[in-house]
């Protein structure tokens, strides 16, 4: 009976026939459901931020606010340093994706072009690197930028941030992949390595570039917990930091505290939402690198 089911034609628009598939539906529906699931506490966040304090706390479930009140964003941003967590942010999350992205290519190209003592040694390095959680090495870290003098600055949220040995190995491949008389030919004509690189490397992948360059931005965007240690100085916080700083203050005032979370996540979402294709590019070849 079931392949009689599934083999069964279904006339569809222009005179075309497809097979019935049962399989094909039950996969879509459990996508769709557990897309939901996922999508809900976001949802109800952004619900909430648009509710009033008295509402939030309400007993009962209430999916849609009673009506549109935007006293949380006004007081989320009357009444707590944002704009300058916003600057803080952006400013550690570019200078975070330059550096990581300019080491990363200087590091994969020379690992993939250029013959040195110790090359095999350094590439093996960076492969062992996976091996070490970022968490391992916060304590180093913060004694090295204590010890330097860098606390409550820009320059130490950001210096330890751009080390991204995915980076690194994915731009390696991908230099690996291009064709040696490339390179033999700019040496002839007369370019140096840097020449090479930035003129010919790069722009030859720049769509790999520009992925890697949004996926660092938004992971440096979203970090927390360096920026909570090194930002002690509330006015040195980074948004995510910061947000948190707003949770103290407001106490159990939850539309406030989410409308602080929802200005502060609304960044990364509109990047996802503009750059979406470059970003799933990014993550897949950080995957397959992984994996």
Not at 217 to 225: D, V
Request: charged fraction near 10%; charge should be positive; aromatic fraction near 14%.
């Amino acid at each position: 009976m079931t392949d009689i089911v599934s083999t069964a034609p279904i006339q569809v628009a222009g005179g075309r026939r497809r097979y019935f598939d049962p399989g094909y539906w039950i996969l879509n529906l459990l996508t769709v459901a557990f897309a939901a699931i996922w999508f809900f506490p976001v949802y109800w966040a952004l619900a909430t931020s648009f509710k009033t304090d008295d509402e939030a706390v309400r007993p009962g479930i209430n999916l849609l606010p009673e009506a549109i009140h935007l006293d949380g964003y006004a007081f989320v941003i009357q009444n707590s340093n944002l704009p300058i967590w916003y600057v803080n942010s952006i400013i550690t999350s570019v200078a975070v994706t330059v550096l990581a992205v300019v080491m990363a290519a200087c590091a994969g190209y020379a690992i993939s072009q250029l013959k040195f003592p110790g090359r095999k040694l350094l590439w093996y390095t960076v492969l062992a690197s996976f091996m070490v959680p970022v968490s391992a090495l916060i304590v180093n870290h913060f004694i090295i930028i204590a010890d330097v003098k860098l606390l409550n600055t820009h320059a130490g949220i950001v210096l330890p941030m751009p080390i991204t040995p995915v980076t690194v190995i994915v731009y390696k491949n991908f230099f690996d992949s291009m064709p040696r008389e490339y390179r033999e030919a700019a040496l002839i004509d007369g370019a140096n390595e840097f020449q090479l690189l930035f003129r010919m490397f790069i722009p030859m992948n720049w769509g790999v570039t520009t992925a890697l360059a949004i996926i660092t931005f938004i992971g440096a965007w979203n970090s927390f917990l360096w920026p909570f240690l090194v930002a002690q100085n509330e006015r040195m916080m980074t948004v995510t930091v910061g947000i948190t700083a707003v949770q103290d203050t407001f106490g159990v005032a939850y539309a406030r505290v989410l409308s602080g979370a929802v200005l502060a996540s609304l960044p990364v979402a509109l990047a996802y939402l503009i750059f979406q294709r470059r970003v799933t590019q990014a993550i897949t070849l950080s995957a397959g690198i992984k994996g």
